[in-house]
């Protein structure tokens, strides 16, 4: 059986996120999605949130689990039993940091492969910091985030009514 790891900061999950991480359990007999637990100031949403985000969003397919982690990823990975690391590639920038990780990925743990997925070109150009940034200046992310994750950051970034403080 071969288990592969997506890990990410996901703040939040994309469309894109979930276009690799469907794909990949399309390749691998179960995947774990590996939420990056970051102290809360560095992150637009807890770990605890970006967690459910995106177990919310792949709930339908039984090959998937979602969780946290801390640490370094190889050490996550051999403790999860996974013998792949998934990436997700969108651009040639990318590809620098992506093969930077993974040489040190290898230097620490031979035994796990990378395999890299490139974005799909309805994807290309998403990321969540980009979906931060637009969102947090009033644009609709609608079509680009599952709608829970729309909701939460509709919610995050709406202007406080006069009830609020």
Known sequence: MVVALYPGRFDPVTKGHLDIAMRAAALFDELIIAIYDLPSDRTLFSTVERVDFFARA????????VLPFAGLVVDFARKQEASVLVRGIRAVTGFETEFDMALMNK?????IESVYLMASLDHLFLSGTRIREVSSLGYDVRGLVPDHVLQALDEKFSPPTEDQP
């Open 107 to 111: 230097k620490m743990a031979p035994q």
């Open 58 to 65: 792949v709930k339908a397919e039984s090959k998937i689990r």
